[in-house]
């Protein structure tokens, strides 16, 4: 099996530029010298070493064929093909030497199987022009005759260096062709005339017995002059010569493609979206929050047509998840200190390991008393480098199957959104939703809209128009006014735990799953984020229990025959994921959690420089199977450990480092809490759940630490 991706990518390397290189089930290759895009047959039925010669030579003509075509008209472009296959061939083989085995071997292949169709062929009575076709390809393993004045032709040919010498070449090899095949149609008309003179007397001399003289020499003149006629008229025509070598290469090329297999992989590209219409901004949401809970709190009259009095609304009492969350806060600040502390030692020992002791050239007077013994008399000066600029977003999943721990979500969210507070990294907290109104007037459908939100283009991935990024937090406000927003979003998240009297607005609803659509946002997101705070090293953090569907692409077209001006599909395996910026092409799965590594590894290879952290949250059952989608071959000693541990790190998915954790461990209490009067059994029993909750936790925060710094 041809791999397409490994091919494509010879051919950037052979070309030495980003080319864009499509594979399509298209007849002959293609390449467009304006757009620089090189469309390669899929030649299914080829060999490794075919495929490898007829890439290098269609990457020969993207390299040195102009888009030149002032020879129409003058010369038919079948000579002008023979001349420049053998010109572009020549120097593709003089700038790769490597590449003369493999047109070898690719021509050696063909001849063995007859490619040209020469069996039981005279190559002696082939016209010039295939012969010198032949000769450049498989004149290697086949003996092509050429007369003393044909092999100066050959040899002008063999020589020729820019497209302007091919098309002199081209020129002087189709009039000699064409001279030739004039001759050739000269001495076969004499031969004919010959033929029929004699034809024509031994009629003559048959008809004497039976006729007079004057009806046989009528007869004879009108069947002399009406053979005459069909010669003037048959040389009258200008017929020009053709090069069938040439065409029996392009048609057993074709043959080579195998087009019973109608699928074409589709060369999809993340879109440009405008993050400004796709991001409810933090002030709006918490404007939003502000206004409903102020609203809840109020007491409200208003008539009762059962009891027909006037009845007072309770005001809604926030007492119990404030009080919550005030709670939490204070129990966990041992585990943001520890955090602090770990980053502060991982930072300083990076900054010392980087420091640099010089000298300055004034002398220390405190030496100068040991003059004798010492040769060092001056002072010294430590440079020690400012360590870099960090930041942090945190991507949270709002879907509607984090409703069992989104609670426990936020609590691991808050130790690092504090964390980054005690040690000023700014950062930023989106969630991903689909459920997001913000005209309560509008009518949800299927239809994609205008598609405003996103640069529109044939095979562009699709942003749902109701996809939306939640800012909940941000580093931008002040202490307090944070302090204030993470309340709003504790009393959201508590309400979904646990019994409250009070109801959140309902464009904070958990939703679908868009993780996609918000790994695509992160392309505008991170350089707005790094310019915004000016920050060297960026960690982005992804938050989520599950995975997500593939996006849909754009298609311009008359869809099914109804008009319509575009359709929408689906990403299937065998289609890609190209990035024109990077030049990096990923071919899509049939795996369906395999689509978000593709866009994950794409984002990794444009940011070069930041850190993508996931956080899957599983249940207990479900932990295994989310380990062996990246550990197939995991053993039972291996599992056992990650499943007494409770989280385990995978590096070879989409994310520099995959947190896997169960999420009961997030929930594990760490106060050391015993009733009055318990036994030791019990005492015991609390103290090692404590220990083993505290070791998880300093555990993974300590590699979450090694990431950030």
Not at 94 to 119: C, H, M, T, V, W
Not at 268 to 295: F, Y
Not at 333 to 351: G, L, R, T, W
Request: with cysteine; charged share 25%.
């Amino acid at each position: 099996m041809i791999n397409y991706e490994i091919k494509s990518q010879l051919a950037k390397l052979l070309a030495t530029e980003d080319l864009v290189v499509e594979n399509r089930n298209v007849d002959t290759a293609q390449f467009n010298v304006e757009t620089r895009v090189l469309t390669l047959p899929m030649w299914k039925l080829a060999s490794e070493s075919v495929y490898d010669m007829l890439v290098g030579h269609e990457v020969g003509h993207a390299l040195y064929t102009p888009n030149d075509w002032s020879f129409e008209g003058k010369i038919p472009k079948q000579f002008v093909n023979v001349v420049e296959d053998a010109r572009i061939e020549k120097l593709m083989k003089r700038r790769y030497p490597g590449i003369s085995k493999s047109f070898y071997r690719g021509y050696k292949e063909l001849a063995e199987k007859d490619f040209f169709q020469l069996e039981n062929q005279d190559l002696s009575k082939m016209n010039l022009a295939d012969r010198v076709n032949l000769w450049f390809k498989i004149g290697n393993f086949v003996d092509v005759p050429f007369t003393d004045k044909e092999q100066d032709i050959v040899n002008m040919i063999s020589v020729t260096e820019t497209f302007a010498d091919a098309i002199v070449a081209a020129e002087e090899l189709y009039k000699y062709c064409k001279d030739e095949q004039k001759n050739n149609e000269q001495d076969q008309n004499v031969q004919q005339d010959i033929n029929v003179d004699s034809i024509n007397s031994s009629e003559q001399g048959d008809r004497k017995e039976s006729f007079s003289s004057e009806e046989v020499i009528g007869d004879t003149n009108e069947t002399t002059n009406n053979h005459s006629e069909y010669i003037e008229s048959e040389s009258s025509g200008d017929v020009e010569p053709e090069v069938q070598t040439d065409q029996t290469f392009e048609e057993g090329t074709q043959d080579l493609n195998n087009n019973s297999n109608t699928f074409e992989p589709k060369y999809c590209e993340i879109p440009k979206v405008d993050i400004n219409q796709l991001i409810v901004s933090n002030q709006k949401v918490h404007d939003e929050l502000d206004a409903s809970w102020a609203k809840q709190s109020l007491v409200e009259t208003y008539w009762d047509p059962y009891t027909k009095k006037y009845l007072q609304t309770k005001p809604c009492d926030f007492s119990y998840p404030d009080n919550e969350y005030k709670s939490f806060k204070q129990s966990t600040q041992k585990e943001v200190n520890y955090m602090v502390k770990e980053f502060e030692c991982k930072k300083s020992a990076d900054a010392y390991s980087r420091s640099m002791t010089s000298r300055t050239g004034v002398l220390d007077c405190t030496k100068l008393h040991t003059y004798k013994y010492n040769e060092d008399l001056f002072k010294k000066v430590s440079v020690i480098p400012d360590g870099k600029n960090h930041g942090l977003i945190f991507i949270l999943d709002w879907s509607g199957s984090m409703g069992n721990c989104i609670l426990d979500t936020i609590k691991q969210l808050y130790n690092l959104v504090w964390f980054c507070n005690k040690v000023n990294i700014p950062f930023d907290v989106y969630a991903f939703t689909n459920s997001y109104i913000e005209n309560p007037n509008q009518y949800r459908t299927s239809d994609w809209g205008e598609l405003e939100h996103q640069e529109v283009n044939n095979n562009n991935f699709l942003i749902d128009p109701y996809f939306r990024l939640i800012h909940f937090l941000t580093s931008d406000v002040k202490k307090s006014q944070l302090e204030k927003q993470m309340l709003s979003l504790w009393r959201i998240v508590f309400s979904m735990r646990k019994y409250c009297n009070y109801e959140f607005p309902g464009n904070f609803s958990l939703s679908g799953t868009p993780l996609n659509e918000a790994i695509v946002c992160l392309h505008e997101i991170i350089p707005y984020f790094q310019k915004k705070n000016r920050v060297q090293k960026v960690n982005v953090f992804i938050l989520t229990d599950g995975e997500a569907n593939s996006l849909p692409i754009l298609q311009y077209r008359n869809w099914l025959g109804t008009g319509e001006k575009f359709g929408v599909v689906r990403a299937s395996g065998g289609d890609y994921l190209r990035n024109r910026k990077t030049g990096f092409t990923y071919k899509i799965e049939y795996d369906y959690f395999k689509f978000t590594e593709i866009l994950l590894k794409n984002l990794r290879q444009q940011f070069t420089n930041v850190n993508f952290i996931g956080i899957r949250l599983t249940s207990g059952s479900d932990f295994k199977s989310f380990i062996t989608k990246y550990m197939p071959n995991i053993t039972d000693n291996q599992y056992k450990t990650f499943r007494q541990n409770k989280f385990c790190v995978i590096k070879n998915s989409g994310y520099n480092s995959y947190f896997g954790m169960i999420d009961s461990a997030l929930s594990s209490e760490t106060e050391f809490c015993v009733d009055e009067g318990a036994s030791k059994a019990k005492i015991k029993s609390a103290f090692v759940k404590n220990l083993r909750s505290k070791a998880l936790n300093k555990k993974v925060l300590s590699q979450f630490m090694d990431l950030i710094s």
